[in-house]
């Protein structure tokens, strides 16, 4: 009349690699989706910060709009570069602030 515990155990019991598939398939989905393009638009992001120049016009995540006069290696100002914003007016940016190159200039040959 009633099942044993034991009985009921058996009955829905299936193989633990089944158990883990629907986890599996969670992980892969969001690494297709989510995970791998972002890991690719950080990568453009680095290369077009890597390949600035003098004479690039920018504009940074805080929105000013400048030109590029400088980009700064020092032991001190790695990862900087100066921008003109205004005629006489220039800043010191940090690089990986940059979130568009509107106009690229030439590489001179």
């Given amino acids: 009349m009633?099942?044993?515990p034991a009985y009921a155990?058996?009955?829905g019991g299936g193989s633990a690699i089944a158990s883990f598939v629907p986890l599996i398939l969670i992980f892969a989905i969001m690494y297709f989706?989510?995970?791998r393009p972002q890991?690719?638009?950080m990568k453009e992001h680095q290369n077009m910060v890597?390949?600035?120049r003098r004479g690039d016009q920018i504009v940074t995540q805080g929105g000013?709009?400048?030109k590029v006069t400088k980009v700064l290696d020092g032991a001190d100002t790695t990862g900087q570069i100066e921008v003109e914003i205004a005629e006489g007016v220039k800043v010191r940016v940090v690089q990986a602030t940059v979130a568009q190159v509107l106009n690229k200039t030439e590489p001179t040959k």
């Fill in 2 to 4: 009633f099942a044993t």
């Fill in 9 to 11: 155990q058996a009955a």
């Fill in 33 to 35: 989706l989510l995970i």
């Fill in 39 to 41: 890991q690719k638009k």
């Fill in 50 to 52: 890597n390949a600035l």
């Fill in 64 to 66: 000013i709009v400048g």
